[in-house]
């Protein structure tokens, strides 16, 4: 088979063939889709983006994560301090009207023990 002017012929190694089968499979779903521009769109974001702190420093990513929630819970924080309040508040009342059904079911027991014959 002989080879234009500037291409390239790709073989896979075994560590490698989780790729061509990706690439095969993208192509048996579209057929306009080129692999040769697709690794090579690929190989130029790379190229891009290799050097970039973003791209290599997960302590970075991990800090600006941390930013970002420490800005959702300042802004937040009122709002979730005051349900939990009235959460508490809530939880409270429940308990008191439940020691008072206790204690009108308990007054009930009580009275059917009370001889009321004997006024």
């Given at each position: 088979?002989?080879?234009?002017?500037?291409?390239?012929?790709?073989?896979?190694?075994?560590?490698?063939i989780?790729?061509?089968?990706?690439?095969?499979?993208k192509?048996?779903?579209?057929?306009?889709?080129?692999?040769?521009d697709?690794?090579?769109?690929?190989?130029?974001?790379?190229?891009?983006?290799?050097?970039?702190?973003?791209?290599?420093?997960?302590?970075t990513?991990?800090?600006?994560?941390?930013?970002?929630?420490?800005?959702?819970?300042?802004?937040?924080?009122?709002v979730?301090?005051?349900?939990?309040?009235?959460?508490?508040?809530?939880?409270?009342?429940?308990?008191?009207?439940n020691?008072?059904?206790?204690?009108i079911?308990?007054?009930?027991?009580?009275?059917?023990?009370?001889?009321?014959?004997?006024?």
């Open positions: 088979m002989a080879k234009r002017p500037g291409s390239l012929v790709l073989t896979f190694s075994k560590k490698n989780d790729v061509k089968s990706l690439l095969e499979n192509k048996l779903k579209d057929e306009a889709f080129i692999v040769t697709y690794i090579c769109e690929s190989i130029r974001f790379y190229e891009k983006h290799k050097n970039s702190i973003e791209f290599n420093n997960l302590e990513v991990k800090k600006l994560i941390d930013e970002k929630l420490k800005s959702f819970i300042k802004i937040n924080a009122p979730t301090i005051g349900l939990a309040e009235e959460h508490q508040e809530i939880v409270a009342e429940k308990i008191f009207i020691a008072i059904k206790t204690n079911n308990s007054l009930e027991k009580d009275l059917d023990n009370i001889p009321i014959d004997e006024d």
